[in-house]
């Protein structure tokens, strides 16, 4: 009240005070709120630059009481671990690298082509009780893992499915499908339908209009929906630990938490592991940060 | 991009579409080509095992013995309902999924506002607030146990150089519980904050403008502008978070292994170790559809809130 009283007398003076005494308040609030920002985001990436710092540090630094911030040795031999066997050759966590990347690519490419074509068909067409079944779809999305994997587990061990990739990729392909149509259905509502009935009105089926006006304009929609998925497989945990067993066949998060099991731990290897499983998801994450708000709600919430 | 549009015509023009076929009903084939893929996978890998699951829950099937199992009836849900071990573990989820729900929603919100409010940098900053929610949950469960650890670990020896007590965060009960609370927190809250960010961005500036004309006080315009617009979206987060951490595994698996003693073991946990480890598949499986209910429950509502929230 008392400073519109001020701003309506028109007074050089008093004005000039207002202003440098708001500006004063105004600098020192946002100094305040930068330094909140900062405090936040240290302990936030705390933890991740400690990682980092973990994974060249040699074994003595590592367990150094007090802990050393700086002034260690530089070393890369856990990252070589990661990749080289002890003895030369391949090493275990490799080869498990190795299965994340075909079981997690081949469950995505899946997904994608069961998903897409379904997105469109709920987009576009009118369907019977179409509500209904997009939420049932989501609905199954939301299941405590660890209680659908006993069922998985038994249908697995019948099927002849335990301990192999095919059955890996089939169950990740039914988690991802769920969030694959329901992003997919955000992509392809924005693209209007006009397109699809005006080839129709040249003569194109339904089907070739959906391919040739419908699916290039889906392209980016398509790769940021595959990354999030990808993502998704990458760094799934609780079905790879109870479906596989073998070294052969089992993924990289299983293998990981793994390393901890013996008596000893070598957490510079646990360190170095961790950052060469999390780099890919970060660049990946990195380039569909756009659509991450969609991505991390399953499709849900969209801006 | 020309021939593509020109040749249609000139097809059109030689090959008019065949007369007296309804495109309405060609529509429902196509429709159902393309659904029906995708639902049967999802009917064969979700809903078979959940059926399948059903029907173990009324028998004393063991997954290790060869026999069928007999049927029991209600037997098990009996047992799971009335047992004090399955309440001990409800308690413990409960003070796990509200103590780690409120921290994220209070301290992503936070973050959130705090960053909505600068004018440079608020891409970069977001992407750096979330990075911790893209790692793996056992990435990050791994790396706070090495981080928490009574001995060598990083935290207490900040404690210690600033003067304060060591403190066993993952050996005893009462602060294993909280540590895992902590942790959760540290992956999750970017997940809200994220969502929020996006509420506060959303809110139209001319809304602050008529408040600034009007003078409103600062905590004037967040309790009626800002607060009612990011309100929505952000219940939306929090319950999607609520779901989550109800049946989250991979951290207390990899964080705590449910110790010390069962302090930290959620419903999730002793789900897996009924069914794992003690091998009463009939049981576990009880024990699994009652979970599987409360999810369906809050699931609904979830769904519920944002179909509302997408028409309103």
Avoid: C
């Amino acid at each position: 009240m008392a400073i519109s009283v001020d701003d309506a007398v028109p007074g050089p003076v008093s004005r000039g005070s207002t202003r440098a005494r708001r500006g004063n308040v105004g600098r020192a609030r946002s100094a305040i709120e930068i330094a909140l920002l900062a405090v936040l985001l240290g302990s936030s990436l705390f933890a991740v630059l400690w990682m980092l710092q973990t994974s060249v540090k040699t074994g003595q630094d590592i367990y150094a009481v007090p802990a050393k911030f700086l002034g260690f040795d530089v070393t890369l031999q856990h990252y070589k671990d990661v990749f080289v066997a002890p003895g030369g050759g391949r090493s275990d966590l490799s080869q498990s690298f190795l299965n994340s990347v075909v079981v997690a690519g081949s469950s995505t490419l899946l997904a994608t082509l069961l998903g897409v074509p379904a997105a469109w068909a709920y987009s576009r067409f009118t369907l019977k009780a179409k509500k209904d079944q997009l939420f049932f779809i989501l609905s199954t999305r939301f299941m405590p893992p660890v209680v659908v994997v006993i069922p998985v587990f038994l249908m697995y061990r019948e099927l002849g499915l335990i301990d192999t990739r095919l059955g890996l990729v089939l169950i990740y392909t039914a988690f991802n499908l769920p969030f694959t149509i329901w992003m997919m259905k955000g992509f392809v509502d924005e693209v209007p339908s006009e397109y699809e009935d005006a080839a129709m009105l040249d003569g194109y089926t339904r089907l070739q209009a959906f391919r040739k006006f419908t699916l290039p304009l889906l392209v980016p929609g398509i790769a940021a929906t595959a990354v999030f998925a990808l993502i998704f497989s990458w760094n799934e945990f609780v079905y790879a630990i109870f479906l596989t067993s073998s070294q052969g066949v089992r993924t990289a998060p299983p293998a990981i938490a793994g390393l901890i099991g013996g008596t000893t731990v070598n957490w510079g290897l646990v360190a170095a592991s961790a950052v060469v499983f999390a780099l890919p998801v970060l660049v990946f994450a990195y380039l569909v940060r756009k659509h991450l708000v969609a991505g991390v709600t399953l499709g849900a919430v969209r801006r | 991009m020309t021939t593509s549009i020109d040749a249609p015509v000139e097809e059109a023009a030689a090959l008019p579409p065949p007369p007296g076929r309804t495109p309405r009903l060609r529509d429902r084939g196509l429709a159902v080509a393309f659904i029906s893929p995708a639902m049967l996978l999802l009917l064969g890998m979700s809903v078979f095992p959940l059926l399948w699951a059903l029907y173990l829950s009324f028998t004393d099937y063991s997954a290790t013995s060869s026999g069928p199992g007999s049927f029991v009836g209600f037997e098990n849900y009996a047992d799971v309902l009335t047992s004090s071990e399955v309440h001990t573990r409800a308690l413990t989820t409960a003070l796990f999924v509200a103590g780690a729900v409120a921290l994220q929603t209070v301290l992503g919100f936070s973050i959130a506002y705090l960053i909505s409010r600068r004018t440079r940098g608020r891409g970069l900053l977001t992407t750096l607030f979330l990075v911790p929610m893209m790692l793996s949950p056992v990435v990050v469960g791994l790396f706070w146990r090495f981080m928490l650890d009574a001995q060598f670990g990083v935290v207490n020896s900040l404690l210690v150089s600033l003067g304060l007590e060591p403190v066993e965060w993952l050996t005893q009960q009462r602060t294993a519980l909280f540590s895992l609370i902590l942790v959760d927190t540290w992956q999750w809250t970017p997940f809200i904050m994220l969502i929020a960010l996006a509420g506060l961005t959303a809110v139209p500036k001319y809304l602050y403008e008529a408040a600034s004309i009007d003078r409103a006080s600062e905590w004037f315009r967040f309790r009626n502008i800002t607060l009612p617009m990011v309100w929505p979206l952000l219940l939306i987060a929090v319950m999607f978070r609520a779901i989550e951490a109800f049946r989250q595994f991979d951290l207390v698996y990899v964080l705590t292994n449910g110790g010390p003693g069962v302090s930290t073991e959620t419903l999730s946990f002793h789900v897996y170790k009924v069914a794992f480890l003690g091998f009463r598949t009939g049981a576990a499986s009880a024990y699994g559809i009652l979970m599987v209910l409360v999810v369906i429950v809050l699931a609904q509502l979830y769904l519920r809130y944002l179909n509302k929230l997408k028409e309103g």
